[in-house]
Every structure is written in C-alpha cells, then in structure tokens.
C-alpha cells in the first residue's frame, strides 16, 4: 500500500576519518595561501581553475569514478566527506562540482568510448567546467516542454534556440542540454527530446549574462544559432531522453550541498551567542542543532544506500524537500535569535554580512534543480498517490 | 547474526500486536479487557524483559532489538507499559538488580524532579507524569543521596499515586515517595547519571515516536486514495498530495534521526558527547514532527479523524503526549544549544561531521 521510508543508520567507515583530515589540511592550506576566504561565503560559487586543478591533483574529482577514466574508484561515502567539508569551507569548487555531480556519471553511462577517454580524465583532473541546458524562456520545471531544436544534418546535428538560467555557461566547456529532436506524441507528452553533449566552443554559440538579485551574474541565456553538434555526441537514446532522467536524481538531490548552503550564518550565530548564551539562544540554538543533524544523518543514509547499489529516489527527494526549505529558512531563525545580542559584540559586522549574503540568495535554494513543488510531487508518487 | 535477531523480534512482536492491541479493536473497547491476554503474551515471548540480561531473570536481547521491538510498538501506539518496563529492566540491569516479571515503570520521568535517598536508605520525594505507574506493580528508579547516584525497586503499592492522565488517556501519574523502602538499592555505575537515564528513555520515546508516524503516514496516503471528494479521490489533487509529502518527511526525518540515536545507544560504551547529540536531537526533531505530522494527518482525515470512533487520535494523541515524558524539546534543545555554545564555533561542525 503505502512505500516504505528507510534511512539505515549508516556511520562513514575509517578510512573517511583519515580522508577528513587530509581534505581539512588541504582546504587550511589553501586558506593560509589566500585562495579563497572562509568567511566570504559568496566564494563557494566562485569558480577558480588553479584551485579546481589542485583539487583534482590531490584526486578529490571523479572520486567514484573507474580509474581506466581517471577516476579513483573511491566510495560514495568518501565522495560525501569531501563534498561536506568543502561546502562547509565556502571553498570555491563551482568549476568542477556539476562536472564531478551530475555530468560525469552522465558521460560515464552514454558517452561512446573515444569521449570518455577524452573527456573524463580532463575533469578528473579539475580542467573542465560543465553546464546544464535544460530551462528555456517558455519551460523550466516543465522540463518536457523544451522547445530547442536539434534537427538532423550529415553527420550530426544543427541547433537553434535557446537555454536559460544557466549557471556557469560563460565559462563553461560544456554542456550537456535537451533538445527537441521530434514532437512529442499523442500517447506521450515526455517523448521526442535528446540528451546532447555540447562543446561551449562550437560556432553558433552565444552566451549572454543575467544578473541575479544579489547583483552577481551566475545565470545566463545561452542562444544556438545553428550550432553544429556532431553524431558522437548524442547521449543515450534519440527521443527517449525521459527514460533517462530519474536513476540519476538520488545522487543529485541528496547531497551536503542540499543543506548546508547556508550554514555559515549557524556557524557566526554560535560566535555572536559566546559561550553562555541565554535560555532564548541556547533553546533556538540547540533545534537547528537537532535539525542539522537530523538532515545530515538522513543525508549520510541516502549516500550509503546509493553506495550499496539501491536507489533511494523517494528518500533523496525528501532530504532535498526538507534540506533547502531548512537552509532557506535558517537566516531568518539566526536574525530571530541574534536580535537582541548586545550591539558591540565581537563578530556583529560579519554576521550581518553573511545574513544579508545569505538572506538575498535563499530564494533560489528551493528552485535550483528540482523545485520544492515538483519534488512533492515526486514524493507523491512514490507514496502512491499519483 | 546481529540483522536475524532484530528480524525475529520485530517479526514477534508485530505478530502479538497485530493479534491482540489492533488499534481499531482497542479503540472500540470500554472496559479494558484486552490489557491481560496482551500482556501475557508479550510476557510469554520475552519481550517486556528484553534488555534484562538472563541472570537476572531477563530475556537478554541485544539493544537494537529492544528498539526494534519499541519500533514495532510504536506502530500500534501501544498503550501498556511495555516501553517503560522495557526502560526499567535496563535500568535496574545498570546496577546488577535482579527484576521482577511484572509490569514497570521508571522515575523520575521529568529533567527537574529528583528523589533522595536518606540516611537509613529510605527514598523520599516526589516526581511527576510516571507513564503507567498505577498500572505497574513496581517502579525503577534512579535517586540520589549527596552527590552519589543509586538505583533502586520499589513496590508501587507502598508509593502515594494521584490519578492523572496524559493526552492519549493513558496514566501518567504524580507519585510521592514518603520514606520509601525499597525492595531493591545498589550504586549506579561511574558516571552514570539522571541525563544518562533520560537520555535513554528520550531515545525509546523517539523510537516509538518514529513508528507511530509511519503508521499515520499509512493510514493517510490509504485514506486519501480512498474518500472521494469533487469526484476524484483527495489523494489527486496537489493539494493535498503536497501535505502528504510534507508528511512524508517528517516521518522520514524522525524515522532516520531516531534510527540513528538507536545504533548510537547501542554501540555506545559510555553516555558521552557523541550520545547526547544524538538522543537530544532525536527527541527534539521526533517531537517537532509529531506536531507537524499530527496536524497534517488530521486535515487529510477531516471531520471523521476527529471523532473518537476513529483510530487516529490513538496514534497522534500518543505522539503528542511523548513529547513531555523525559524532557521536552524545548529542554533539550536548551540543553543541546549551551553544550555547542561552550564548545564555540569552530568545535561545532567537528562534532557534527563525527556522526
């Protein structure tokens, strides 16, 4: 009747305890070197290709990955720690995060063999930046209604229309897109669009930025004007990218990055209360305490399913509701409790920083890749509703 | 080896509740008449005795198959003192005390009542909302004499209880102990104290708690794909799947944070920080969801859920009530927030990230 929930209580095994200490080393160092600044929160979106390279050096890309493709065959679990403590750094891994996340595993399981061997070890190795074509002008979380089309040509593929609220496009190597390669039918709204690999380089080409709210660009429209995209370069089936799309969510929605986008405003919350905090602060305090906790062992749970080879669609789905409505929620619980500190304490400055940082980006949290809308939905699904 | 016994005793204990504590018999009956047969057959299988080693006359199951029992329990939001008989054999097992096969109950239930030991050994003070203590036939608790901790049996008859019920219905009594003698006193171990006993009992509540939401998220999801409504079945329109889905992860995040708390307890050696964490929490986000879940059951359920014909009230009244027995939310959240607070900033994702 009703789906069962199950989040085993996995622990991390030991060897994440040795892997913590030397990420935490690594990022210190970093840090010392002035590569980016912790309490600068906006640097986690930033992207830095020295640093993305010293990442990958150190092997921290594509760690799951089979090592015929420069990869380290490493546990998700491992994966995980390194995820959370760069997260919780502002360490600025944009660059190689979607490419490590989501694009790789893509590449891994449709890309033909000679882009594999291109590709995969270029982003293990921290050089390339990924993008994710899938909102258009008239489609967002109606991903099937994407109107972009790929129409065929000898050998290969022209493309024309357009992308948007693109992150990273500017930069970015490439893309990995939807488009429409027929209509869909009458039977089946979802059928007729493509998964395709697209090389930011190719003529046709155009990227333009869209400043956000905070005032930074980070979204953008991308315009193909009779892009070329060759044959090779089709990921999976022709017209049946909807069957691919969902065994990949777990591991997209689950992760520390869904919780933990504002966890420096807990972090300078715990400083400005000091060490004897009155009963208001201590109480508020310890239930974002519990309810970080709770996220992040339901987090952890998912990571080591995904690891034991299930696929805890319904589950990831839930840390990713409950995880971005939490940190989009926590700047304004950190003002509640910060309102009446004394106004001359030590880090006033920096917390006012960061819940201004935190407070004007909080929006996006429960939009970005799965809104919390469709996610219900999903959950709904999986509770046999729908 | 480990995954087998929690299997079986899950696998028993749903048995016996499915038999004889179904919720919707229960809710229809008047006069209690259920309460023995269910008791001895719980008795018969070992379960009330689980967490007594066997020389000390307990059935000596491992930890995590005492939650898993308490899991199970929670399902039926079962209301006869196998939770605090289960909690009171541990307890009285802490310091090598032999327990009696009855019903039991544990004291003190609440973070600020205290009861001393005197001079002579005779235990005196009063303590309030002990879950079942008038349908106990003994009490395990946890005294105090100076700055030593001791554990001891009483007799409830030689105890003062005035009638009180919690929410559900289900007795939670003031007792006073006016120079007690005690069946039974002996030294709580090194470290051991009224944090430690409450953190334990807080984790039995969450996991009860955890089960009773995912019954109500069952009872929800197959109500709702069944009343129609503007000719369709509720459960299709977004609305309410969208409250459903809010159910759904609230039940999710007290099954996972309750789980987790569990296997800590379980693997423990000691009551430290890593326990608190975790068994604070889980008392606090298994309470913040039986709030939130209760509510949502009951807008699915509308009118009819409110009435006392219909079962839901058994599990979220329950829940509800939980939430008081051993420290509330509130008092472990304040607990919680001045531990990390005293440890400062840069000690608190360490300690997060060790879980």
């Known amino acids: ?386 | 080896m480990a995954d087998d016994g929690k299997r079986i005793v899950t696998e028993t204990a749903a048995r016996i509740l499915a038999d004889l504590a179904d919720p919707q018999t229960i809710n229809k009956s008047t006069n209690g008449a259920w309460k023995d047969p269910l008791w001895h057959a719980l008795s018969d299988a070992g379960l009330p005795l689980a967490w007594i080693p066997e020389r000390l006359g307990g059935s000596g199951a491992s930890l995590a198959e005492g939650f898993a029992i308490l899991g199970v329990a929670g399902r039926f939001a079962l209301a006869v003192p196998l939770a605090e008989t289960l909690c009171a054999g541990w307890l009285l097992a802490r310091a090598g005390i032999e327990a009696p096969a009855t019903p039991m109950t544990l004291a003190p239930a609440r973070p600020y009542d205290r009861i001393s030991v005197d001079a002579d050994g005779r235990l005196s003070g009063r303590v309030i909302g002990v879950p079942f203590a008038q349908d106990s036939q003994h009490i395990a608790m946890l005294a105090d004499r100076g700055r030593e901790h001791l554990i001891a049996l009483v007799e409830t008859r030689d105890c003062r209880l005035s009638e009180s019920r919690n929410l559900a219905g289900d007795a939670a009594n003031v007792v006073t102990f006016e120079r007690v003698k005690p069946l039974r006193i002996a030294p709580a171990p090194n470290g051991f104290d009224l944090t430690s006993l409450l953190l334990m009992a807080s984790t039995v509540r969450s996991v009860e708690t955890a089960g009773a939401l995912e019954a109500i998220l069952s009872l929800s999801v197959a109500y709702a794909n069944e009343r129609v409504a503007f000719e369709r079945p509720i459960g299709k329109f977004q609305a309410v799947q969208q409250n459903l889905a809010r159910l759904a992860g609230e039940v999710a995040a007290a099954l996972a944070v309750a789980g987790s708390a569990a296997d800590t307890i379980a693997q423990a050696d000691a009551f430290d920080e890593a326990v608190f964490l975790e068994a604070a929490s889980a008392k606090i986000r298994t309470a913040e969801a039986a709030a939130e879940g209760s509510a949502i059951a009951h807008q699915v359920f509308g009118a009819i859920g409110f009435t006392q014909e219909h079962v839901l009230h058994r599990f979220t009244l329950r829940m509800l009530s939980w939430r008081d027995d051993f420290g509330s939310e509130s008092y472990w959240a304040a607990e919680l927030g001045k531990r990390v607070a005293c440890r400062g900033a840069d000690e608190f994702w360490p300690l997060v990230a060790s879980r």
């Open chain 1, 1 to 386: 009747m009703t789906a069962h929930l199950y989040f085993d209580p996995i622990r991390l095994p030991p060897e994440c305890d040795t892997l913590r200490a030397e990420v935490r080393a690594f990022l210190a160092d970093e840090i010392a070197a002035s590569t980016f600044d912790p309490h600068q929160p906006g640097d986690g979106d930033a992207h830095n290709r020295g640093f993305s390279r010293r990442v990958g050096a150190k092997g921290w890309i594509g760690m799951t990955w089979p090592k015929r493709y420069g990869g380290h065959e490493r546990s998700q679990l491992e994966r995980y720690v390194v995820t959370e403590e760069f997260r919780v750094a502002n360490a600025p891994s944009h660059l190689h995060f979607v490419a490590d996340r989501q694009s790789g595993p893509i590449l891994l399981k449709y890309a033909p063999e000679h882009i594999k061997n291109d590709i995969l070890p270029r982003i293990c190795r921290g050089e390339l930046c990924f993008s994710i074509g899938m909102s258009e002008p008239g489609s967002g979380s109606d991903l099937f209604a994407a109107k972009t089309k790929a129409g065929k040509t000898a050998g290969g593929w022209r493309i024309n229309g357009s992308k948007i609220w693109t992150t990273s496009a500017q930069i970015a190597d490439y893309m990995l897109a939807l488009f429409r390669t027929s209509p869909p039918t009458r039977e089946n709204r979802r059928h007729g669009l493509t998964q395709f690999l697209v090389d930011m380089k190719a003529p046709g080409i155009k990227v333009n930025p869209i400043y956000q709210m905070t005032g930074k660009p980070g979204f953008n429209e991308v315009v193909f004007d009779d892009a070329f995209v060759p044959d090779d370069h089709v990921m999976g089936e022709i017209d049946g990218a909807w069957k691919q799309a969902t065994s990949e969510l777990a591991h997209e929605r689950s992760g520390p990055e869904r919780f933990l986008d504002t966890f420096y405003v807990l972090l300078e919350l715990i400083r400005a209360l000091g060490p004897e905090p009155d009963l208001r602060g201590a109480e508020g305090l310890g239930r974002l305490v519990a309810q970080l906790h709770t996220l992040r062992r339901m987090s952890v749970s998912v990571a080591g399913m995904l690891q034991a080879g299930k696929e805890p669609v319904v589950e990831g789905s839930i840390v990713k509701d409950l995880g971005t409505v939490w940190e989009q929620k926590l700047p304004g619980r950190v003002r509640d409790l910060a309102a009446f500190l004394e106004p001359e304490i030590m880090n006033r400055a920096t917390l006012e920083d960061q819940l201004a940082f935190a407070t004007t980006i909080a929006p996006k949290l429960t939009i970005q890749g799965g809104t919390t809308e469709i996610l219900r939905g999903i959950i709904a699904r999986g509770l046999g509703l729908r």
